[in-house]
């Protein structure tokens, strides 16, 4: 097979060039190295199917489409993986990408300005309550991380160290419902701690000198 692979390069059918599109972040040389190829390798012993799978060894790669092109063209088109927020885990701080991955070899340093969510199980709903997050993006905007509590649902933390308690169901109606309240009244600019919004009929408000203070809600429109 050496000896055939050897004339099919000597009839021009050997690599002169890799073609490689969709690279944002993963390392090139780490790329040359998973395909294992050279110029003058003859092309016909290259597998695209074998390359195909180590490239998507890679940390960044989370889909890879690789092709012989004839007479002398290795083409390589990448799918990296997309950093989504960072999760804190005992105490570190680690890069997930849309389906709630860890990217091993990201480093958190560079990757400051995701949202930033807490909790073992906070991966596998990241991109639930991020969406939740984003629907109000006034409110939205100052929202600092969203820690999620007993696997059952989410305390937003704001960047003024307000904790907004969600309830386990209906959670986008109590953040909407919220930011309707901040708008019209300015919650937020008083001595407020805590906002708990986990009875489905009133959002209670604590403040730092101890006093609770009601409001009846409305959900989905209907007074309760």
């Known amino acids: 097979m050496e000896e055939f692979h050897g004339m099919t390069a000597d009839a021009g059918l050997s690599v002169e060039d890799v073609l490689v599109e969709g690279r944002k972040r993963s390392n ?118 969203a820690v999620r509590v007993s696997g059952r649902r989410w305390n937003i933390r704001l960047n003024n160290g307000v904790d907004v308690q969600l309830p386990e169901e209906d959670a986008n109606d109590a953040w909407s419902f919220f930011a309707r309240i901040e708008r019209d009244e300015g919650v937020l600019e008083r001595d407020v701690i805590v906002v708990d919004l986990r009875l489905r009929d009133r959002l209670i408000v604590r403040t730092s000198g101890g006093s609770e203070k009601n409001k009846t809600k409305k959900v989905k429109g209907k007074q309760t």
């Open 28 to 145: 090139a040389a780490a790329i040359l190295s998973k395909l294992d190829v050279e110029r003058g390798t003859p092309i016909l012993s290259f597998s695209p199917e074998q390359a195909k799978a180590d490239l998507e060894e890679l940390p960044w790669v989370k889909r890879a489409i690789v092709e012989r092109r004839l007479p002398d063209v290795i083409y390589v088109s990448l799918e990296e993986r997309e950093p989504l927020a960072l999760w804190q885990a005992e105490g570190v701080l680690h890069v997930i990408d849309q389906s709630g991955e860890v990217i091993t070899s990201a480093k958190a340093s560079k990757f400051s300005k995701l949202p930033l969510i807490v909790g073992p199980d906070a991966p596998d709903h990241a991109r639930e309550v991020l969406a939740l997050i984003e629907s109000e993006p006034e409110l939205g905007n100052r929202v600092k991380a």
